[in-house]
């Protein structure tokens, strides 16, 4: 009977646990939606002011060598310090989301340890801070709350002390990490080298665009003016891009744990069947040996 009983409280409990992952996927996916619409207009954006920097940048190219002047593509021979931002989750129960992202950053750091390169971090968001916080790893910043409610002053002033440092020379590169969203059921991480910038990778292709410059010697602040803009938005997008990969993720994991809880009702059910039926045909036993011994 007490067999019984325990079985019946498992029930109870794991049928608790589906509402709870049920009710947590419904909020999720309602979130999703709103990040998902956010990401794609930010993406949109993005492109464009990577399209704009491109043909300033050739237009630039033409009448200067910017490259030479602007801090923002002076690229050492030897790297001495590196600093990594990376983004993670403020709350769990999203999968292997922010393993994801921690796991890569690991990776680079062993990378550049091996080549003798010093590794500053900047965390964005609860999870990551914690995980390195455990291994005792020191982090240069800290930042909670801005992963999960992303805002363009947030990311503008993150972005700035990193490109500060950058420039004053303290760090002689700064990379972007986060876990992107791809579609409803996946994501993918993300590696961004924010400076210094090749300039092959934005001064580019020829276009046929009638854009002017005046007056023409201010080509060099021109282009770090749209480069701040650019930083900026990157470290925006990133955030963004970040909070609907970790919807994604959560929605897929309490999907899954929804299906997980209701498999499991149904082997407790099946298990609970099994014991009434052998504790009914133990009784029946008894009872039909109770009335032979009374013949």
């Given at each position: 009977?007490?067999?019984?009983?325990?079985?019946?409280?498992?029930?109870?409990?794991?049928?608790?646990?589906?509402?709870?992952?049920?009710?947590?996927?419904?909020?999720?996916?309602?979130?999703?939606?709103?990040?998902?619409?956010?990401?794609?207009?930010?993406?949109?954006?993005?492109?464009?002011?990577?399209?704009?920097?491109?043909?300033?940048?050739?237009?630039?190219?033409?009448?200067?060598s910017v490259a030479a002047e602007s801090k923002f593509f002076n690229t050492k021979e030897k790297i001495e310090k590196v600093d990594i931002i990376f983004v993670t989750a403020d709350k769990g129960?999203?999968?292997?989301?922010?393993?994801?992202?921690?796991?890569?950053?690991?990776?680079?750091?062993?990378?550049?340890?091996?080549?003798?390169?010093?590794?500053?971090?900047?965390?964005?968001?609860?999870?990551?801070?914690?995980?390195?916080?455990?291994?005792?790893?020191?982090?240069?910043?800290?930042?909670?709350?801005?992963?999960?409610?992303?805002?363009?002053?947030k990311a503008q002033g993150i972005i700035k002390e990193a490109i500060d440092d950058f420039l004053s020379g303290a760090t002689d590169k700064v990379i972007l990490v986060h876990n992107g969203y791809?579609?409803?059921?996946?994501?993918?991480?993300?590696?961004?080298?924010?400076?210094?910038?090749?300039?092959?990778?934005?001064?580019?292709?020829?276009?046929?665009?009638?854009?002017?410059?005046?007056?023409?010697?201010?080509?060099?602040?021109?282009?770090?003016?749209?480069?701040?803009?650019?930083?900026?938005?990157?470290?925006?997008?990133?955030?963004?891009?970040?909070?609907?990969?970790?919807?994604?993720?959560?929605?897929?994991?309490?999907?899954?744990?929804?299906?997980?809880?209701?498999?499991?009702?149904?082997?407790?059910?099946?298990?609970?069947?099994?014991?009434?039926?052998?504790?009914?045909?133990?009784?029946?036993?008894?009872?039909?040996?109770?009335?032979?011994?009374?013949?």
């Amino acid at each position: 009977m007490s067999n019984l009983k325990d079985i019946k409280r498992k029930i109870k409990s794991v049928q608790n646990t589906q509402k709870t992952t049920r009710a947590m996927k419904l909020v999720s996916t309602a979130k999703l939606r709103k990040a998902e619409e956010a990401a794609r207009y930010s993406r949109v954006y993005a492109l464009k002011i990577n399209e704009v920097l491109s043909e300033i940048a050739y237009k630039i190219n033409q009448y200067a060598s910017v490259a030479a002047e602007s801090k923002f593509f002076n690229t050492k021979e030897k790297i001495e310090k590196v600093d990594i931002i990376f983004v993670t989750a403020d709350k769990g129960l999203c999968g292997g989301f922010n393993v994801q992202s921690i796991k890569i950053v690991r990776n680079m750091i062993e990378e550049f340890k091996s080549k003798k390169i010093k590794v500053r971090l900047r965390a964005i968001g609860k999870k990551g801070i914690e995980f390195f916080n455990f291994q005792g790893v020191d982090l240069l910043e800290s930042y909670v709350g801005v992963s999960s409610s992303p805002t363009y002053e947030k990311a503008q002033g993150i972005i700035k002390e990193a490109i500060d440092d950058f420039l004053s020379g303290a760090t002689d590169k700064v990379i972007l990490v986060h876990n992107g969203y791809k579609n409803m059921i996946s994501q993918e991480i993300r590696v961004n080298e924010i400076v210094p910038i090749e300039p092959a990778k934005i001064i580019g292709v020829e276009t046929n665009s009638l854009m002017e410059f005046e007056p023409e010697d201010n080509y060099s602040q021109i282009l770090n003016e749209l480069l701040q803009k650019y930083f900026e938005y990157s470290m925006y997008y990133a955030l963004i891009d970040s909070l609907a990969a970790e919807h994604s993720a959560r929605m897929q994991a309490m999907d899954n744990a929804t299906n997980n809880a209701k498999e499991r009702v149904g082997q407790l059910n099946l298990a609970y069947n099994k014991a009434r039926q052998q504790s009914i045909t133990t009784e029946l036993i008894e009872i039909i040996s109770g009335v032979e011994s009374m013949k």
